[in-house]
Nanobody
Framework: QVQLVESGGASVQAGGSLTLSCSAS????????LAWFRQAPGKAREGVAC????????VYADSVRGRFTISQDAAKNALHLQMNSLKPEDTAIYYC???????????????????WGQGTQVTVSS
């Protein structure tokens, strides 16, 4: 089992920055991929960014590439999402997710991730 707890959500002005964090506990050494997803009101949940734990390689959604940076702190069993140049359309609940039984480079499709945090709200006002 893996437990994930997100933190850092807040309300910010457009153009601002925010860093989200996710603390992982449990069988952290079995985690292969870590990812951030988000769900805006009335929309389906979408993948934002992921990292392959062993290699550190990352994948980003087109909508956030160049503005968001995903990073991991293996020593602290933590995952971060640095978000810059925030837009109102970035408003959503952001979720941390973990995949254990996967191979290769991380993927942003939900079915790969059986472990999820409770989410943290990010609101960007114009």
């Amino acid at each position: 089992q893996v437990q994930l707890v997100e933190s850092g959500g807040a309300s910010v002005q457009a153009g601002g920055s925010l860093t989200l964090s996710c603390s992982a506990s449990g069988y952290y050494y079995n985690i292969r991929w870590l990812a951030w997803f988000r769900q805006a009101p009335g929309k389906a949940r979408e993948g934002v960014a992921c990292v392959t734990v062993a290699s550190g390689s990352t994948v980003y959604a087109d909508s956030v590439r160049g503005r968001f940076t995903i990073s991991q702190d293996a020593a602290k069993n933590a995952l971060h999402l640095q978000m810059n140049s925030l837009k109102p359309e970035d408003t959503a609940i952001y979720y941390c997710a973990a995949a254990l039984a996967t191979l290769g480079r991380c993927d942003l499709r939900e079915p790969f991730y059986p472990y999820w945090g409770q989410g943290t709200q990010v609101t960007v006002s114009s």
